[in-house]
């Protein structure tokens, strides 16, 4: 299995922030989660930040 980098990925749902984790091999910045997340999710997150191993 790979060690791909996990971003923690902050958005606002029903008036509460919430975060998901997002990782894989495509994903190597917070932008990259970010993308990926409204992508996937059709939500914009408010920020992502890389999550320590």
Known sequence: M???LR???WYKSNGRF???IIY???IKSPSDAI???KRLH???PTH???MSS
């Open 7 to 9: 971003y923690r990925v």
């Open 35 to 37: 993308a990926y997340f």
């Open 24 to 26: 894989g091999p495509t």
């Open 2 to 4: 790979e060690n791909y």
């Open 18 to 20: 919430n975060n998901a």
């Open 48 to 50: 992502a930040e890389l």
């Open 42 to 44: 059709l939500i914009e």
